[in-house]
Nanobody, 115 residues
Framework: QVRLVESGGGLVQPGGSLRLSCAASGIVFSSYVMAWYRQPPGKQRDLVATIWRDFTTDYVDSVKGRFTISRDNAKNTVSLQMNSLKPEDTAVYYC?????????WGQGTQVTVSS
């Protein structure tokens, strides 16, 4: 069974930085495309960033140039470095695999950007 554990969230001022981490188990990690998603208050969960098996990356336009996704296949972890944070980045952040996405979502990690 897939298990995903996110960490690293917190309260940060606008313009600040956070680094999120996700530990995955129950899958052959290196075989999967991995991604970060976020769910702002009262809204749906949306894709934010993807890292492919060959380490290429894709981002939604709103975070391009500010967020960086990375993976460590030896440690079964995927990370999200978030810089120049904005209040609209406030959300619960989740990681998951893609193609297919697992039904077993983790608890997520709360990121709040506020002065």
């Amino acid at each position: 069974q897939v298990r995903l554990v996110e960490s690293g969230g917190g309260l940060v001022q606008p313009g600040g930085s956070l680094r999120l981490s996700c530990a995955a188990s129950g899958i052959v990690f290196s075989s999967y495309v991995m991604a970060w998603y976020r769910q702002p208050p009262g809204k749906q969960r949306d894709l934010v960033a993807t890292i492919w098996r060959d380490f290429t990356t894709d981002y939604v336009d709103s975070v391009k140039g500010r967020f960086t996704i990375s993976r460590d296949n030896a440690k079964n972890t995927v990370s999200l470095q978030m810089n120049s944070l904005k209040p609209e980045d406030t959300a619960v952040y989740y990681c998951n695999r893609r193609f297919p996405t697992s039904d077993s979502w983790g608890q997520g990690t709360q990121v709040t950007v506020s002065s």
